[in-house]
């Protein structure tokens, strides 16, 4: 029976084991390992998860990222369009400068 407890990591030789992955059943250390769907695994694997199943993975991810680019685009919009009517509330003597020669905040 192997414990992890004196296993090294697969890919580091010199570091120690923190985990193991449920599929290859190699030890890997910290950096080595990721969670994927609750589920940890070692980046080899994990990429051969991925490479297997790429169409339910993919079409999520497209649909996510063209949710988050809408999102995006939306808040945007709406952050010029309120930072343009900040603008447009603002006299024009202040953007031709004539504001600043009038000496206004003199009193
Ligand atoms: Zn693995
Ligand atoms: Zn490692």
């Known amino acids: 029976m192997q414990t992890i407890a004196h296993q090294h990591c697969f890919n580091h030789s010199q570091r120690m084991a923190s985990a193991r992955c449920p599929q290859c059943r190699r030890f890997f250390c910290k950096e080595c390992i990721t969670e994927h769907g609750g589920k940890v695994l070692c ?59 009038s000496g206004w905040w003199k009193g």
């Not at 497209?62 to 009517?85: D, E, K, P, R, T």
């Open 43 to 101: 980046t080899t694997c994990l990429t051969q998860t991925a490479l297997a199943n790429p169409d339910k993975h993919s079409r999520w991810a497209v649909l996510i990222h063209s949710m988050q680019f809408i999102i995006g685009l939306w808040l945007l919009w709406i952050f010029f369009y309120y930072f343009a009517q900040i603008l447009l509330l603002i006299p024009t003597s202040f953007h031709d400068g004539s504001l600043w020669q």
